[in-house]
């Protein structure tokens, strides 16, 4: 309980400079692959801190550094992650520190991530003497799309200490601030998409029967599509196929050549992934050869499903109550949303958890990816409390 009160403090003490982080972060926003000046920043703050073997230009602007326990014993190394990318998003906000750059900004919340890292190694890094075992922090770019901790993953940042553990937190608008949100088992979904073209023959809209006609045979096959989830997928499972886009035509009077579509696929087991996968293909190719047209049918496989490792997520749940209470830490639902800190899951256990941001009273309410996002800076304070009290239980387990 002493400890757990020094901690408090202590975040009371470092909060205004990571609000005052979080800020500058989100006033220069960089998209995935190029977040130069953040990692920048990253890098030397980690450096002055006294954080060791500070590595950069990882997957181009990732940045890892390690925080060496001295109380006896080697202990295991535990991963830390926070992303650093925004989104090609103009912000609507009239706040003071409002995105400089045009088009771009911080509208999922991984300012706060970077920022709150930044004060946890700090935190760690005045507590060496009370763990044994290894913290390697890691701020990776390109979240948003890119894959960026894949490609992190790639370049081995989870060799050298190897890694045991990995724990990562997500600011959550949909939950209000001071409540903790987590799952365990599959909590976010796969997210996959696929990409046809439909080859038909064109003509004059009033000669169909000289015709191959592209739109009648995509119609079709969107209506089709839809029975997988409704009739291939066990009803007790969750998934989502959506059509996202169909471009087709210019004039009413003309049939067109080609049509393509293009959709969105999320799934929570690999046994899902793989029927959903299989059995769009099937429907697409089969329609269109019952209907006289050629395709030419693109999968693309994406972020797996983010699933965390139920005895992690037990070892969360026990530190994250002790920082918000018990009553406040909520089994969240499954999000179909997918999040790359899957690849991590996939190697080391883990868990992801996300902490509540949302303030309703201060109309800090809109979503992720709105252009209006803003969160409850709280929730820095909340979020760094988390993972400290996870990373010092996880090594003294
Ligand atoms: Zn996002
Ligand atoms: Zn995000």
Redesign the pocket.
Known sequence: MVTETRLRNDIDEILPGVIADRRDFHQHPEMGFQEVRTSGIVAERLRALGVEDVRTGIAKTGVTGLIRGTAGGTGRTVLLRADMDA?PIQEENAVDYRSQHEGVMHA?GHDGHTAMLLGTARLLQERRDTFAGTVKVLFQPA??GGGGAKVMIDEGVLEDPKVDAAFGIHVAQEVPVGTIELRAGPAMAASDSFTFVIQGKGGHGARPQATVDPIAVGAQIVVALQTIVSRELDPTHQGVVTVGAFRAGEAANVIPDTAELRGTVRSFTPENRQLLAERIEAIVRGVAAAMRAEVDFRYRFGYPPTVNDAAMTELVRGAVGAVVGAERVIDGPQHMGAEDFSYFLERVPGCFWFVGSKNEERGLVWG??HPRFDIDEAALGIGIESVVATTLRYLSS
Do not use: I, P, Q
């Open positions: 989104l999922c979240e948003e992720h990816h």
